[in-house]
């Protein structure tokens, strides 16, 4: 088993990314990168896009989409991921997700000669790789400690065994306040 890295300390604290960023489909957010962790067999980093730049959202690997249709049992993952943050969402929102609140790692733009701020005119994503940290361990941990019809229901759309938005929000903020390993 590959196990995570660790996600590399900032530097500086960057105030650009502090919270002006309006976080919104949170469980989503978090299934999706935990999904996209299950799918890669644990590896400690995937690149999740199919390489192609689009315009408004990027679209999902293929060999992922399959991997997470079947794990969930569902035939139309693209149409299921149609408004998920980590295809919709500009690097920095991204980044501020995996590193500053979740801490479940960090992002980088496949091309190197990008900045972070590549995306925050014009609409275009680019290609984007996750880099999951240890606490993206110890979410697995947690999640598979669930029943399987539940962790499945749960990593899908909502579902009211899964608790409200509110509530699931909740979970995942006492878990990022409360990671073994901090950002």
């Known amino acids: 088993m590959s196990y995570p890295q660790k996600a590399e300390s900032l530097k500086v604290n960057d105030a650009k990314l502090g919270?002006?960023?309006?976080?919104?489909?949170?469980?989503?957010?978090?299934?999706?990168?935990?999904?996209?962790?299950?799918?890669?067999?644990?590896?400690?980093?995937?690149?999740?896009?199919?390489?192609?730049?689009?315009?408004?959202?990027?679209?999902l690997n293929k060999e992922y989409a399959e991997k997470i249709g079947r794990l969930l049992d569902i035939d139309d993952v693209n149409g299921m991921l149609l408004k998920n943050p980590l295809l919709t969402g500009q690097f920095e929102y991204i980044l501020v997700a995996m590193e500053r609140v979740f801490c479940m790692g960090s992002v980088r733009f496949n091309n190197s000669a990008y900045n972070n701020s590549k995306?925050?005119?014009?609409?275009?994503?680019?290609?984007?790789?996750?880099?999951?940290?240890?606490?993206?361990?110890?979410?697995?941990?947690?999640?598979?400690?669930?029943?399987?019809?539940?962790?499945?229901?749960?990593?899908?759309?909502?579902?009211?065994?899964?608790?409200?938005?509110?509530?699931?929000?909740?979970?995942?903020?006492?878990?990022?306040?409360?990671?073994?390993?901090?950002?």
Not at 31 to 55: C, P
Not at 132 to 139: A, I, K
């Open 119 to 183: 995306e925050r005119t014009g609409g275009t994503r680019y290609p984007k790789t996750l880099l999951f940290s240890t606490n993206m361990l110890l979410l697995d941990l947690i999640v598979t400690g669930f029943e399987k019809d539940i962790r499945k229901e749960c990593l899908k759309v909502h579902d009211p065994r899964c608790g409200n938005e509110s509530q699931r929000t909740d979970a995942f903020a006492a878990y990022a306040a409360n990671v073994k390993f901090p950002c």
């Open 19 to 59: 919270g002006k960023y309006r976080m919104s489909n949170i469980r989503e957010f978090i299934a999706l990168a935990y999904l996209l962790y299950i799918s890669s067999g644990r590896q400690s980093s995937v690149n999740y896009s199919d390489g192609e730049n689009r315009q408004d959202r990027l679209v």
